[in-house]
């Protein structure tokens, strides 16, 4: 499975951002649209950390730290998972990544400054 996330940019305190992740390379086993997708961040100096993810029944589910700001969503058929960011923070600045099963792209950066 590959993985490649897009859509980050440097953003001001408040702003809204989407992510895509752009899966392929589900040929066998378990299809996409049933797959368990992750979103996890890396902010400079500070571990990995688990945003989002949304189930094989498309159940949500988010960390304290952007429950309530993030909506992680799926498009079965182009293989797409997204993250939808609202009324950013500082706090918010990181690397991106989606992940099925341990495997991630190369992240996309979100930087949120004033």
């Known amino acids: 499975v590959q993985l490649a996330e897009s859509g980050g940019g440097l953003v001001q305190p408040g702003e809204s951002l989407s992510l895509t992740c752009l899966a392929s390379?589900?040929?066998?086993?378990?299809?996409?649209?049933?797959?368990?997708m992750r979103w996890y961040r890396q902010a400079p100096g500070k571990q990995l950390e688990w945003v989002a993810h949304?189930?094989?029944?498309?159940?949500?589910y988010y960390a304290d730290t952007v429950r309530g700001r993030f909506t992680i969503s799926r498009d079965a058929a182009k293989n797409m998972v997204y993250l939808r960011m609202n009324n950013l923070t500082i706090e918010d600045t990181a690397i991106y990544y989606c992940?099925?099963?341990?495997?991630r792209g190369p992240g996309t950066q979100v930087t949120v400054s004033s």
């Open positions: 390379g589900f040929t066998s086993g378990i299809p996409f649209q049933r797959a368990l």
């Open positions: 949304i189930t094989a029944w498309n159940d949500e």
């Open positions: 992940d099925y099963q341990g495997n």
